[in-house]
C-alpha cells in the first residue's frame, strides 16, 4: 500500500475561518463500553461529516468548507484498543524543558479539529460528536479560533511560510510505508500558547522583526546577521541528517478581547512526530523570542487515523 492523501483526513489542509479544538478525556468507567461507544463513533463520524457536507455545499460549486481531524493519544490507544499494534512514533509528551523555559503535557485523550467557512456547520459538527461521546468522555479543553487580517498570526505576521507548499504538504503530513498498519495516518501535536499581548505590542516593528525572523509587512525573512540569536524562525528551524525538516503548521488565533486573553492555538500534523518533538526541544533549548511573552497552556500528542483506519475500528478491527 502505498501513500494516498484521497484516504487521509483533512490533516494537510488550509486552516479555515472558523476553527474549533476540542480535547476529551475518556471517563474510563467500563473499557468493554468504551471500546464499544468508540466503534459506533468512528462510523457515525464519518457519516455526521458526509452529511454536514452536503448541506453546507456551496450552491455554485457543490463543495463543502467543512474540515475535520479526529484522534487519539497514547494513553487512549492502548485503552481503547489493546491488541492492536499501537503507530511506532505515538507516546504520551510528557512535556519538554530547557535552560529558562519549558513545554508542558497536559493529557488528553480524544482530539478534534473542526473548520469551516460557517460557525454554523463547526457547531453543528461537535454538537453532533459529543451526542455519541458525552457518556464515555468529559471536556478537557474547548478553544474556538478564527481567521485573523490575511491570515496572519495574532501577532501580526504572515503565518505559514515555513510550511510545505500545499501541492507537497501530505507528503509532510501523512504516515508511509515505515508503518505499514497506519499509512495516511498523521501525528497531530496540540498547543495552546496565551500572549501577553501587551509587551509585544509595546515592541517596535523593528525589534518585532528581529525576534521573529521576518519583515512584518512584505514576509521578507531577514539576513541572519539583522535576526536575534533567538528569533523564532531560526529557533523552529530543524535538520537532520543535513536536510531540512518540515511540518504542516497551522496557527489559530482564539481570544477573549474584553478579558484581554488572546493567544495562539498550535497545530503541527507530521509523517514524523520525531521532527515536531525536535523542533520543539530546540525552541526550548534556544529560549525561542516568543515564549519570553507568553505562557503554554497545554500540548499533548494525537494519532490521527486513516479513513480505512476509521473503518477497520468501526469494524471492531482494531
Not at 476529551?24 to 464499544?36: G, I, T
Not at 484522534?71 to 487512549?76: E, H, L, T, V, Y
Not at 509587551?199 to 522583526?209: A, G, I, L, P, V
Not at 528569533?231 to 536536510?243: K, L, P, Q, R
Request: with cysteine; proline share 3%; net charge negative.
Amino acid at each position: 500500500m502505498t501513500v494516498d492523501a484521497s484516504q487521509a483526513q483533512d490533516v494537510w489542509k488550509d486552516i479555515g475561518e472558523h476553527v474549533q479544538f476540542t480535547v476529551l478525556k475518556l471517563k474510563r468507567q467500563d473499557q468493554a463500553s468504551d471500546r464499544e461507544a468508540i466503534q459506533e463513533f468512528a462510523d457515525r463520524y464519518q457519516a455526521i461529516l458526509r452529511s454536514l457536507k452536503i448541506r453546507d455545499a456551496d450552491p455554485k460549486t457543490g463543495r463543502s468548507s467543512l474540515k475535520a481531524s479526529f484522534g487519539f493519544s497514547s494513553d487512549a490507544f492502548e485503552y481503547l484498543f489493546p491488541d492492536a499494534p499501537k503507530p511506532k512514533e505515538l507516546e504520551n509528551f510528557t512535556g519538554l524543558k530547557g535552560p529558562k523555559y519549558s513545554m508542558p503535557g497536559t493529557g488528553g485523550d480524544l482530539f478534534f479539529h473542526l473548520r469551516a467557512s460557517n460557525e454554523a456547520v463547526v457547531y453543528e459538527a461537535q454538537t453532533q460528536f459529543m451526542h455519541f461521546l458525552k457518556d464515555i468522555a468529559e471536556v478537557q479543553d474547548e478553544t474556538k479560533g478564527f481567521r485573523y487580517f490575511e491570515g496572519r498570526a495574532i501577532i501580526g505576521f504572515v503565518d505559514g511560510t515555513e510550511a510545505p507548499q500545499i501541492e507537497d504538504a501530505a507528503g509532510y503530513a501523512l504516515i508511509g510505508d515505515e508503518d505499514e498498519n497506519y499509512i495516511n495516518g498523521s501525528y497531530a501535536f496540540a498547543q495552546k500558547w496565551l500572549h501577553d499581548m501587551d509587551f509585544w505590542n509595546k515592541m517596535k516593528t523593528e525589534q518585532q522583526e528581529r525576534a521573529v525572523g521576518r519583515e512584518k509587512f512584505t514576509d521578507l525573512e531577514l539576513e541572519d546577521e539583522d535576526k536575534m540569536p533567538n528569533a523564532h524562525n531560526v529557533s523552529s528551524n530543524i535538520e537532520i541528517d543535513g536536510e531540512e525538516q518540515k511540518i504542516v503548521r497551522m496557527n489559530v488565533p482564539f481570544s477573549d478581547p474584553a478579558s484581554g486573553k488572546t493567544g495562539t492555538y498550535f497545530i503541527g500534523y507530521a509523517r514524523h512526530w520525531e521532527v515536531t518533538k525536535k523542533m520543539c526541544q530546540q525552541m526550548v533549548d534556544t529560549s525561542d523570542f516568543l515564549l519570553t511573552f507568553s505562557t503554554l497552556l497545554s500540548g499533548q500528542l494525537f494519532f490521527i487515523p486513516s479513513r480505512l483506519t476509521l473503518d477497520a475500528i468501526a469494524d471492531g478491527e482494531l
